[in-house]
């Protein structure tokens, strides 16, 4: 059963997109626009293509869920936001998922023969209990939530996603952490012959994969982090972190770790991808800063990712911890944020 309790930094149900505009697809797509970081798509994308996209959802299978099995437990008094949920065919087709290609239109041209069944996530290190979950195990016993958030992008672009999951501190606490777990260090598959990314450095963007990530374990217990295993009352799909990512609302995306297979904890900080990779761009914390720009652009507004085509530019202020700052603030509290970045 999908639970969903809204929070006062959530959004509320009636922006989601209904399921009949979804199944317009031919109108919506015909008047849409791909821009990221100030880029076009590559023309390349054509129709054809869109249409790959799409066939992932016609399953042969019965879905692990569906939107039809949502049910509502909505607390009185749920704040409204003026947002409008951002289209699920944006949300499946501008992807940051480097594992299936660094441009954006390519995981979800990529990730379509993908298979996640199979599936194995060990949780171990720092713990009395280790556990390792199949797939069935992903989707059974902790119940799921749809829980609506805003996802910033590093790149100064976002959307507002309704995901499907269930908070990681209900997962870690199954495995019982001691008191020597300080942190929470994820990994993501390392499989070359599935994900191209992998085996090209080139088609990858220069990545050493695996690729991994990590938490603060205060950050990791939050209420408000999420382990996701859908989008749209639907499985996720394999260019949006199949079968189970991270999401951690008030940080920027790229500490959403997709497709896991790892989670460790740990006593020290563990090392994270793109800190590796240019340190000096990106820090542990990535907290959302308007105030802390990139070395290469500013931070203060975002170019949100609505049903505007091409030319529309839909920029918005960033909000501190995106928004999310009444929930999250206190945990850095006397912490210089712009050292710890």
Known sequence: MLIRTPKKSELSENQVTEESVYLQRRQLLKGMGYIGAGTLLSSAMSSAAHGSVFDFFKEKEKPVFTRKDLTYSIEAGAEDYDETLTP?????????????????????ELAQGFKVNPWQLRISG?????ITLDYDQLFAGIDLEERIYRLRCVE?????????????????????????????????LHDPEQMPGQRSRRLGGGIDYPYVEG?????????????????????????????????????????????????KLVEKEPPTTWNM???????????????????????????????????????????????????????????DLRKYY
């Not at 720092?126 to 280790?130: C, R, Y």
């Open 215 to 263: 938490l603060r374990i205060d950050e990791a217990m939050h209420p408000l982090t999420l382990m996701a295993v859908g989008l749209y009352g639907k499985t996720l799909p394999p260019q949006n972190g199949a079968p189970i990512r991270l999401v951690v609302p008030w940080k920027y995306g790229f500490k959403s770790i997709k497709s896991i297979v790892g989670i």
């Open 156 to 188: 100064a672009w976002s959307m507002v996603i309704p995901w499907v999951g269930f908070p990681l501190a209900k997962l870690l606490k199954k495995a019982q952490p001691n008191s020597r777990a300080k942190y929470v260090a994820f990994q993501t």
């Open 88 to 108: 699920e065919a944006k949300v499946i087709s501008h992807n940051n998922f480097y594992e299936f290609g660094a441009q954006k239109h390519q995981p979800a």
């Open 126 to 130: 720092e713990v009395d209990k280790e």
């Open 277 to 335: 990779l240019a340190p000096h761009e990106y820090g542990f914390y990535a907290n959302v800063n308007p105030e802390v720009a990139h070395p290469r652009w500013s931070q203060a507004s975002e170019r949100r990712i609505t049903t505007g085509g091409l030319l529309a530019r839909n920029r918005i202020p960033t909000l501190p911890f995106n928004g999310y700052g009444e929930e999250v603030a206190d945990m850095y509290k006397g912490m």
